[in-house]
C-alpha cells in the first residue's frame, strides 16, 4: 500500500516542470475522451439494433418451426397439431412462402408471396403496419381453438381468389392501391407435369386477387419484395396442397422453456427458430458494425496509452532525486519501480472512470432528450434522434480494455524506472 500512497501525492502534487503536469494531464484526458467515446459509440449501435428488433417483432412470429432438410413441411397439419399441443403455445398456424410473379396494368414484378390463414393478424401486429386499404384476405381459413386451415377448395387458374396486401414496394413498381377494380395477377411456375410449347403460359399457375390494401414496416426484404395472399391461394399457386414452408408461433409465457419443449417434441427433422435465429444475418451485420468501430476507438484509445507512457518518462526523470533519496533510507529497486507503476496505473484508472461516467452522462442524455438529430425528413424516419442504449455487458469490456491497456502502461513504466 505504502508505493500506492506514493504515487497518489505524486499524482496531486504539483510538478518542479510545467511540462510533466500538462502531459499528465493530457495523458489522463485522451484516456478519458477515448473512453467516452467507446461508451457512445456501442450504445448508438445498440440503440440502432433495438429499433431494428423491435420493428422486426411487428411482424416476424416469436417461433418459427421450419424443416431441417427441404424446402417445405410436408406433413404440415401433424406437425402443426404438435406444435399446438406444448405447453405455453398461444397460437400456431402454418405459412407457404415463394416468389412469384406479380402482373397489374401491364406493369409486373417480381414477389415474395405469402400464403397465411384468416387471423393470422393475432399472430403479429401486421394491421399496425398498414398504411393503405384494410388489413383483409377474404377466405375464413382459421378454425377455432387450433389454428388448421379449412378445407376451401382454392379458385380455378385465373379465377378471383380473394385479397391480398403488398409491401409498399410492389404496390409502387405495380402501382396499385386499396378499392381498384383491376385485380393483381400472381404467375409461378408448374412444380410437376409437361410443358407445351405451343402455350406457354400454361407452364404456370396463376391466380387474381384484388388489392385489399398496403403495409409499410420500413425494412429491407419486407417492404421491398412482400404480399401476403390467402394460404390457400398460395398452396394452389405453388401446389402445394397439404405442405407448408414454415409453422409460425405465437407463445404466452417465457420463450425458453417453450422453445426447449417444441425441440424436444419436434426431434431433429425440424428447426425451432427464436427471432434471433430468424434474422440472423440481420443482427450478424449490426453487431459487425459494432465491434469494428468498437474495435477502432479501442485503438484510439492504445494510442492514448503513449501520453500516458510519455508522461511516465518525463516524471522518472523528474524524480530521479527522489528515488535515490528513498533508497538512501531503505526503499529497494522494487519498491521505486512499483511506485512509478501504480502511478501510472492511477493515470488510466482516473482516466477510464471519467470516460465511463462522461459516457453514461452523454448516452443517457442523448436518450432521453435527443440531443443529435438524424439528418433526413422528419416525418419519412422512424426516429428523428441516433437511438441510445446503454448495456452492462459493453462497461464491462470497456472496463476490461482499461484493464489491458493499464498492464500495457504498467509493463512500459517497469522498463523505464528499471533504469534508474
Not at 178 to 191: D, F, H, K, N
Not at 254 to 263: F, G, N, Q, S, T
Not at 334 to 350: K, N, P, W
Amino acid at each position: 500500500m505504502l508505493p500506492l500512497r506514493v504515487a497518489i501525492r505524486y499524482l496531486l502534487s504539483g510538478k518542479a516542470h510545467a511540462a510533466t503536469g500538462i502531459i499528465t494531464v493530457i495523458a489522463t484526458i485522451g484516456i478519458a475522451v477515448t473512453t467516452a467515446a467507446l461508451v457512445v459509440v456501442l450504445s448508438v449501435f445498440n440503440g440502432f439494433r433495438n429499433i431494428i428488433t423491435d420493428r422486426l417483432s411487428l411482424l416476424d412470429p416469436e417461433v418459427s418451426v421450419v424443416a431441417a432438410s427441404g424446402k417445405t413441411i410436408a406433413d404440415a397439419d401433424r406437425v402443426l397439431a404438435s406444435v399446438a399441443a406444448v405447453p405455453g403455445v398461444e397460437l400456431a398456424v402454418p405459412v407457404v412462402e415463394d416468389k412469384a410473379l406479380a402482373v397489374h396494368g401491364g406493369l409486373q414484378t417480381n414477389v415474395v408471396v405469402k400464403g397465411v390463414p384468416d387471423g393470422y393478424d393475432r399472430l403479429n401486429s401486421v394491421r399496425s403496419l398498414m398504411v393503405d386499404g384494410e388489413w383483409s384476405l377474404p377466405r375464413p381459413l382459421l378454425k377455432e381453438g387450433c389454428q388448421a386451415e379449412a378445407t376451401a377448395s382454392p379458385p380455378p387458374s385465373g379465377g378471383v381468389g380473394g385479397g391480398l396486401v403488398l409491401g409498399t414496394g410492389p404496390a409502387i413498381r405495380l402501382r396499385a392501391v386499396s378499392g381498384q377494380s383491376e385485380p393483381v395477377a400472381l404467375y409461378a411456375p408448374q412444380r410437376s407435369g409437361t410443358i407445351n410449347l405451343a402455350s406457354p403460359l400454361g407452364a404456370f399457375r396463376s391466380d387474381t386477387l384484388t388489392v385489399a390494401g398496403v403495409f409499410e414496416l420500413s425494412q429491407d426484404g419486407y417492404d421491398t419484395d412482400l404480399v401476403f395472399v390467402p394460404l390457400d391461394v398460395a398452396r394452389h399457386l405453388f401446389d402445394r396442397p397439404n405442405a407448408a414452408t414454415a409453422i409460425e408461433v405465437k407463445l404466452s409465457g417465457e420463450p425458453k422453456p417453450v422453445i426447449d419443449a417444441l425441440r424436444k417434441r419436434l426431434g431433429s427433422r425440424y428447426i425451432v427458430r427464436d427471432r434471433l435465429m430468424q434474422q440472423d444475418e440481420a443482427y450478424r451485420m449490426v453487431n459487425t458494425e459494432k465491434w469494428m468501430s468498437g474495435l477502432l476507438v479501442a485503438f484510439i484509445m492504445l494510442i492514448a496509452t503513449f501520453n500516458v507512457i510519455g508522461a511516465m518518462a518525463l516524471l522518472i526523470i523528474e524524480k530521479r532525486d527522489d528515488a535515490r533519496t528513498m533508497r538512501a533510507l531503505g526503499a529497494t529497486s522494487g519498491f521505486v519501480r512499483r511506485v512509478f507503476v501504480a502511478e501510472s496505473q492511477l493515470i488510466t484508472a482516473v482516466g477510464t472512470l471519467v470516460g465511463i461516467v462522461l459516457g453514461l452522462l452523454v448516452s443517457l442524455g442523448q436518450q432521453h432528450y435527443g440531443w443529435l438529430k438524424l439528418e433526413g425528413e422528419p416525418g419519412t424516419m422512424l426516429v428523428d434522434a441516433y437511438p441510445v442504449a446503454v448495456e452492462a455487458p459493453d462497461l464491462l469490456i470497456i472496463a476490461a480494455a482499461a484493464l489491458l491497456i493499464a498492464g500495457v502502461t504498467a509493463a512500459a513504466t517497469r522498463l523505464l524506472a528499471s533504469k534508474l
